[in-house]
């Protein structure tokens, strides 16, 4: 696909999201819902899920091969730019806060797909920190068997 059309398509699906979020907030206001009244809790718990399930579907094996089949056909015009979202976090994050929002307010029972992605989200936080704590040790202890190596050799030659 040229760079031109895919740019006009990647300018269009922006028209296509705003439009969803005009569709999304007539919705919630029939149903009696005002966003801009969201408590914290409901704020922390759409952006855990926000996160979460925008790791799963830009990163995960999971949705991996949704991925290559999109990228191998970027040149069908829609498709190449549903491959642009599915593969930049930002984008897809975009996306995914407004799905979110939808099955948190609009969805029967979606507040609990919500919450189990919310849960999954601060379960990979905290896996996360966990691996920087590691990785940080592992340097730390590197270091210091680097300059017990270079202090055993000094002595030696002394």
Known sequence: MSERKHQAWN?????VFFGLVFVVGYLL??????????SFKEAVVIILASYRMTRILVFEKIFKYLRDVLK???????VGTLSSIITCPWCMGVWVTLS????YYLVPY??????VLALAGVASLVILFSN?????TEGKQRIHQKSKKSNDMDSQFN
Do not use: N, P, Q, T
Request: avoid cysteine; hydrophobic fraction near 55%; charged fraction near 25%.
């Open 11 to 15: 300018f269009w699906s922006a028209f």
């Open 29 to 38: 206001e029939l149903d009696g819902d005002d966003i801009r009244e969201i």
């Open 72 to 78: 191998k056909r970027e040149g069908l015009y829609v």
């Open 100 to 103: 979110i929002i939808i099955f």
């Open 110 to 115: 979606g507040a609990l797909l919500v919450y």
């Open 132 to 136: 920087v704590m590691h990785m940080w």
